[in-house]
């Protein structure tokens, strides 16, 4: 009797507070505090919520909210499903998602992967981030410089994302080493964990002796393991490889069968741990294998702002004449996300 009474208390509370503000959603923690205001998205286990009385965006990690109701429709990606409709607490720990007329899935607060306001602003689907990195030495004049950049753009079934990294290292003595690699990227949800993407990379690699390695990568993906604390995604397709090495005059065009896996954890309060693995098999060139590695550490700053260290590595069995198999590339920065 005295719970009932409780949470009776609070939603006349609550919506005593959104007709005074006028805003939509509700937000009820596990310690009995109530919070009201404008969802916008939950994504990697941390809600973002636009509070009447505050300059920026409120964050909330999901796993402290013990009831959400919403008053607008989200995309709502839970148990394999990516589903749209407005969400409403009926017991601890369990939501419905529904509209008017139906009730399209009940399931634990948990469950729920990732919530995206359906509004058609652009501001609510862009995503960019940039980094900078400088180091400078005495001992022969030693200067580095890195720079990594990302964009991406969300709809409600397929997105595309790009990045842009350089590096800059020169020192007296020595030839200057410049590394240069670009992505666009496509992915559309076919269904449940299911998606098909397309793919461009470039790479310029002073070390292997790379102009210009093009990867142009057709393929299918899927979340193997998907919650608000972490994901696992597995992809297999096809590539066309179009290289032009330093030191030979003509270029090579080839196809490969390729492999992937991309892990991210975020369990932990502003820190994130990426990896991501990608083999290349040769198809038209017999024999012929090729790896690129990816490791970052991203730790969240205050007014958005990041420090992250990360690690490159490639991998090629067969380079050009006088070029080594393998390069890697450590480096740290700060950055800015918006």
């Known amino acids: 009797m005295i719970i009932k009474l409780r949470q009776t208390i609070t939603l006349i509370f609550l919506l005593c507070i959104n007709i005074s503000f006028a805003v939509s959603d509700s937000l009820v923690f596990n310690g009995g505090t109530a919070l009201v205001g404008e969802i916008k998205k939950m994504e990697k286990g941390v809600l ?17 909210i ?16 990516v589903i749209y409709g407005r969400l409403e607490s009926i017991s601890d720990g369990k939501v419905k998602i529904f509209d008017e007329s139906e009730t399209y899935l009940i399931c634990n607060l948990s469950d729920i992967v990732y919530l995206a306001q359906l509004k058609d602003g652009f501001d609510n689907r862009f995503t960019a981030t940039l980094e900078a990195g400088f180091n400078l030495f005495k001992a022969r004049d030693m200067q580095q410089f890195s720079l990594r950049s990302s964009a991406g753009y969300h709809e409600d079934k397929w997105s595309v994302n790009a990045t842009y990294n350089i590096i800059r290292s020169s020192q007296n003595e020595t030839e200057s080493i410049k590394r240069t690699d670009g992505l666009l ?13 397309l793919t461009i990379s470039t790479l310029s690699n002073t070390e292997q002796l790379i102009d210009i390695r093009a990867n142009s990568q057709l393929g299918v993906g899927n979340y193997i393991y998907s919650s608000n604390k972490a994901y696992l995604i597995l992809k297999i397709g096809i590539n066309n490889n179009l ?92 950055g800015w996300e918006w």
């Open 243 to 334: 290289e032009r090495f330093s030191n030979i005059d003509e270029s090579f065009n080839s196809w490969e069968g390729s492999l992937s896996t991309e892990l991210n954890l975020y369990a932990v309060d502003g820190l994130e741990l990426s990896f991501n693995y990608m083999g290349y098999s040769g198809l038209t060139e017999k024999g012929r294998y090729r790896a690129d590695l990816n490791l970052d550490l991203k730790y969240d700053l205050p007014l958005d702002l990041f420090i992250r260290a990360g690690f490159v590595f490639n991998y090629d069995n067969q380079p050009a004449i006088n070029s080594v198999q393998t390069d890697y590339v450590f480096r740290t920065g700060i």
């Open 48 to 64: 973002e919520i636009d509070i009447p009385y505050g300059d920026e965006n409120f964050k909330i990690k999901w796993q402290s």
């Open 185 to 197: 990227d496509y992915k559309r949800l076919l269904f449940k964990n299911w998606f098909g993407i």
């Open 66 to 81: 013990k009831e959400i109701y919403t008053k607008s429709q989200f995309l709502v990606s839970a148990d394999g499903k």
